[in-house]
Antibody, heavy 133, light 109 residues
C-alpha cells in the first residue's frame, strides 16, 4: 500500500523559506511510470498545483510560483522536497504531496512524444503550514 | 493557461437523488480530464480519469462523460458519504501545467 507522508514546520515567518519533505513508502520514487509533486490548498479554498519532479530530477513548475519554488528528490531516501522562498501570508495552506501517472505529450514544435505527468492517483494526507510572525 | 470552470458552486440535494456536476475548459483538453472528491479534513481522492474511467474501488454510481471542453460528473442514488466537494482537473498541457476547477460543494438538503 503506497503511502505519502508530508513533514516540516507548521509555522514559518514572513520572508523566510518554507521547507517540506515527503517520504514515500510502499513504492519506489525511482519507478519510471510515475512523477511526484506538490499541490496546495489555502484554508477554505481550492487546489493549486505547485510542481512535479521525475526521479531523474526533471522538474515542472506552476509559472505563477516558479521564481520562488524548488522541488528536489533523494532517491536513496525515497523522499521529495519542497522549498518556497520569500514566504508570505498568501502561502498559508495545506500542502499535499502527490503521485502522478506518466503520460506522453507531443511537443507542439516537432511532434516528438515526451513523457510528462498526468492525473494524480495518490495523495498524502497533507500538512498545514501557516506563514505568520 | 487553461481555465477550468465548474458549476454550480454549491448544490443542495437529498440522499437518493441523482445529480450532475459540470466542468468546462477554456480550450479543448481532449479527454484528459479527472474528477476528485474531497471530504472535510481529508485529501482529495481520484474518482474518474480520462473523462469517464472510474478509478479502482469507485462505485458504479459515479460516472463521467464529455470531451473537448464540456464534461459532466453524474452521481446516481446519492449516499450520505457522497456529500463532499468535487473538483475537476485537466492534464492536457505541454509544458505540464495542472489546473483545477474551483470545486462544486454537494450539500445535504
Amino acid at each position: 500500500q503506497l503511502q505519502l507522508q508530508e513533514s516540516g514546520p507548521g509555522l514559518v515567518k514572513p520572508s523566510e523559506t518554507l521547507s517540506l519533505t515527503c517520504t514515500v513508502s510502499g513504492g519506489s520514487i525511482s519507478n519510471s511510470r510515475y512523477f511526484w509533486g506538490w499541490i496546495r490548498q489555502p484554508p477554505g479554498k481550492g487546489l493549486e498545483w505547485i510542481g512535479t519532479i521525475y526521479y531523474t530530477g526533471t522538474t515542472d513548475y506552476n509559472p505563477s510560483l516558479k521564481s520562488r519554488v524548488n522541488i528536489s528528490v533523494d532517491t536513496s531516501k525515497n523522499q521529495i522536497f519542497l522549498r518556497v522562498t520569500s514566504a508570505t501570508a498568501a502561502d498559508t495552506a495545506v500542502y499535499y504531496c502527490a503521485r502522478s501517472l506518466l503520460d506522453e505529450y507531443q511537443l507542439p514544435s516537432s511532434g516528438i512524444a515526451v513523457p510528462g505527468p498526468s492525473l494524480i492517483d495518490y495523495w498524502g494526507q497533507g500538512t498545514l503550514v501557516a506563514v505568520s510572525s | 493557461e487553461i481555465v477550468m470552470t465548474q458549476s454550480p458552486a454549491t448544490l443542495s440535494v437529498s440522499p437518493g437523488e441523482t445529480v450532475t456536476l459540470s466542468c468546462r475548459a477554456s480550450q479543448s483538453v481532449t479527454r484528459k480530464l479527472a474528477w476528485y472528491q474531497q471530504k472535510p479534513g481529508q485529501a482529495p481522492r481520484l474518482l474518474i480519469s480520462g473523462a469517464s474511467t472510474r478509478a479502482t474501488g469507485i462505485p458504479a454510481r459515479f460516472s463521467g462523460s464529455g470531451s473537448g471542453t464540456e464534461f459532466t460528473l453524474t452521481i446516481s442514488s446519492l449516499q450520505s458519504e457522497d456529500f463532499a466537494v468535487y473538483y475537476c482537473q485537466q492534464y492536457n498541457n505541454w509544458p505540464p501545467m495542472y489546473t483545477f476547477g474551483q470545486g462544486t460543494k454537494l450539500d445535504i438538503k
